[in-house]
């Protein structure tokens, strides 16, 4: 059995959670989640703890298991706490600002690159070189994050680009010169 998926789940007394047959809706102080269940596996809610079981054991049920606990305990955390990730620039000009929920990086191209937000996140920044994305859904705050940091990757040899806080970035030598 999944270690993971047999973990109940506590909801925060200031969370809301309604189950459908095939539905989980999830409202909390800062905003409101659904998603569809995973037809081999049962939501049951309890007072104020919600459990996942299979209903069977085959390979998709338990493949499926852990995961549905995941997503839903994040949905709960989301909703309640909420979810960010913070992106440092590493180099010579490059600088980003934040105008509504617009972005625009300024990261050594020729152009700027302008990345808008989605329902329910927010981009906030702190210094020219510093970017908070913050949000409700932990994909969604996920997937900006990484197509931000695509943009320009941080290179191995000077460091350059844009990196997650706490990222170590392994440097290599350049060139050596003869001695």
């Known amino acids: 059995m999944s270690r993971i998926g047999r973990q109940p789940i506590t909801i925060p007394p200031q969370v809301e959670v309604t189950l459908d047959r095939d539905q989980i809706a999830v409202k909390g102080k800062l905003g409101t989640l659904t998603r569809s269940l995973f037809p081999e596996l049962n939501v049951k809610m309890e007072g104020q703890t919600i459990t996942v079981e299979r209903k069977s054991d085959s390979r998709r049920a338990r493949a499926m298991h852990g995961l549905a606990r995941t997503l839903i305990a994040n949905m709960i955390q989301g909703v309640d706490q909420g979810f960010s990730k913070t992106l440092d620039m590493v180099g010579v000009g490059y600088r980003t600002q934040a105008q509504g929920d617009k972005l625009t990086l300024n990261v050594g191209y020729s152009h700027q690159i302008v ?12 210094a020219e070189t510093s970017i908070t994305i913050t949000g409700i859904d932990k994909q969604v705050v996920g997937q900006i994050a990484a197509e931000i940091r695509a943009t320009r990757k941080p290179e191995p040899y000077k460091g350059k680009g844009i990196k997650y806080r706490g990222e170590v970035i392994l440097r290599k030598a350049g060139k050596k010169g003869t001695t």
């Open 115 to 126: 990345k808008t937000a989605p329902a329910h996140t927010t981009f906030q920044v702190e």
